[in-house]
């Protein structure tokens, strides 16, 4: 068997089938889900980034002044033997359009840009796939993005160039994804927007591949610095870089077909005196593509582990969610309302499941009476330390109110305003704090009931908007109530009169104890007086 026959076979065995794989995966949406492994095709405006592509996919893309790629472009090729004939096959939305002639492809793709992004400029982030089935082209999948613009013209987005840099950040920061960042030959590429783009979100290169273009356009004596930059002396790569030369304008002008277009990039490379050394190994749309191929290949082989990790934990979380959406609504009308019934009484045990504290919980979690419990012991805490904060600071302040406010009283005896007053403060400083235990508390159980109506409703959309409405109702009416009654609780609190023992207690249980401290035998409030 030949080389060029073995490495087909390669292919064929090895190659294609993986791509395949991350391609069928990619055309059933899951890129949205899962971080898929992709090479994309980032570059400032002009620098070469359709032609590459199109002396890669061997078929005319739209190309021009201004923003050309409006969205994202996935380019699947895939290499077929002699006696295939070129097949296309474009794709965007729920909308399917056979190719069979190549020279179909620009205004296809125009047209779905303009279905997709509007008839403007402005660009969109739905993805049109562009399939290739030729014996001409590499087994290969990209994925094009608009050029980087600086400034917006007049039919542009005023913030287009964000726009734009959002749309490449959303697809280059993912590890998954290989940056193909072309920059023309005959421009300083320290000043390249796209490679910088690229160096944000790979720091050292790992997954970066450089393309220059434009290698004719370079000025003289200058040559040795583009051979620099690719040999990766100037910016280093991990992946380095390559050099390609593909159709000018003349060349669509006089109508330089593809084929014609390579042979001419070769002799160009054979017969330039500094750019020959790069031939062999780093320069040439063949040679690219090749290289694109395997750098594809390892780095879906490098992700495939990670990828399938992925795939069984997004399949062992979507098995979990459809068990707790149980069967799903049956068609005949008793059994519908059967059905419905059923739910109901469900979801009505559940709560009052947690109505007597005997709902179940899993570790670490409480049951409801458990949480609302602790906030109890949060308002107890504040009212003993209110309590001590009162005791040991109300003589003194007793004594500086009397001396501020003494009326005509005779000695021994306390004016009741001042002791109403005092007393009054202490108890409006605990009412907020009980109204913020009654909204704690409330929250809990809101988050409770929202749990269990999820939990029982979350297939049935209207079902659980409805449960919501009437439950979240009345729990508010529940609220207004008790915050109702806590309101007229402090209110009557603030009504300084008793006529049981309680007061009367904890008056000589307050002298004594000041007795105690200072060892007197005698002592009250007034005795200085």
Same mark, same amino acid.
Request: glycine share 4%; with cysteine; charged share 30%.
């Given at each position: ?104 492809? *620009? ?24 399939? !290739? ?10 994925? +094009? ?42 421009? +300083? ?10 160096? *944000? ?33 100037? !910016? ?135 949480? !609302? ?131 009367? +207690? ?24």
């Amino acid at each position: 068997m030949s080389e060029s026959s073995s490495l087909n076979q390669h292919y064929e065995e090895k190659v294609r089938p993986c791509i395949d794989l991350v391609d069928s995966l990619r055309a059933l949406g899951l890129e949205k889900d899962l971080n898929l492994p992709a090479i994309a095709v980032i570059g400032d405006q002009s620098s070469g980034k359709s032609s590459v592509l199109e002396a890669l996919s061997g078929v005319s893309l739209p190309r021009g002044t201004g923003i050309v790629t409006r969205c994202p472009l996935v380019l699947k090729l895939k290499k077929f033997t002699k006696d295939k004939n070129w097949h296309g096959l474009l794709s965007y939305k729920d909308q399917i359009k056979t190719l069979n002639d190549p020279e179909d492809v *620009e205004n296809a793709v125009l047209y779905a840009q303009g279905v997709l992004a509007g008839n403007g400029e402005g660009i969109s982030h739905e993805m049109i796939t562009l399939e !290739i089935q030729s014996c001409d082209v590499p087994d290969l999948t990209l994925i +094009d993005l608009p050029g980087i613009a600086r400034v917006a013209t007049a039919n542009q987005p005023k913030d287009i160039d964000k726009q734009i840099k959002d749309l490449i950040k959303k697809f280059i920061q993912r590890q998954e994804t290989i940056c193909l960042v072309v920059v023309p030959a005959n421009v +300083d590429i320290t000043t390249t927007e796209a490679l910088q783009m690229a160096s *944000e979100v790979d720091s050292t290169g790992e997954r970066t591949l450089g393309v220059l273009t434009k290698p004719d356009l370079v000025d003289k004596g200058m040559e040795k610095t583009v051979v620099r930059t690719v040999n990766n002396d100037i !910016i280093t790569l991990k992946k380095g870089y390559m050099i390609v030369k593909c159709r000018g304008q003349n060349d669509i002008n006089e109508r330089l077909d593809l084929a014609r277009a390579l042979e001419k990039e070769r002799i160009f490379f054979e017969e330039h005196d500094d750019f020959r050394s790069l031939l062999e190994e780093k320069a040439t749309i063949p040679l690219l593509a090749k290289r694109l191929t395997n750098e594809l290949f390892e780095h879906i082989v490098k992700t495939l582990p990670d990828l399938q990790k992925q795939l069984d934990m997004k399949l062992q979380k979507t098995s979990v969610d459809l068990r707790a959406l149980g069967d799903g609504v049956p068609l005949g009308e008793h059994e519908k309302i059967k059905f419905l019934v059923t739910k109901i009484s469900q979801f009505n045990d559940a709560l009052e499941r947690v109505k007597k504290a005997e709902e179940d919980v899993k570790i670490p979690n409480t049951r409801v009476f458990n949480k !609302i419990r602790v906030e109890f012991q949060k308002w107890r805490s504040a009212l003993n330390a209110k309590a001590i904060k009162t005791e040991d600071i109300l003589r003194v302040e007793v004594k500086e109110y009397v001396r501020t406010h003494r009326g005509m009283e005779l000695p021994g005896f306390l004016n009741y305003r001042t002791f109403v007053s005092i007393i009054t403060e202490y108890i409006e400083d605990m009412e907020e704090p009980a109204l913020k235990m009654l909204k704690d508390v409330t929250d809990i159980v809101h988050s409770s009931v929202d749990h269990i109506v999820n939990t029982h409703f979350n297939a049935l959309s209207h079902l659980e908007s409805a449960a919501k409405e009437r439950t979240d109702c009345l729990l508010d009416k529940q609220f207004q109530k008790a915050e109702k009654k806590i309101r007229s609780q402090f209110k009557m609190e603030k009504i300084v009169y008793s006529q049981d023992d309680l007061y009367s +207690d904890q008056l000589c249980n307050v002298k004594r104890k000041s007795n105690a401290n200072q060892g007197l035998l005698n002592c009250t409030y007034t005795d200085c007086f």
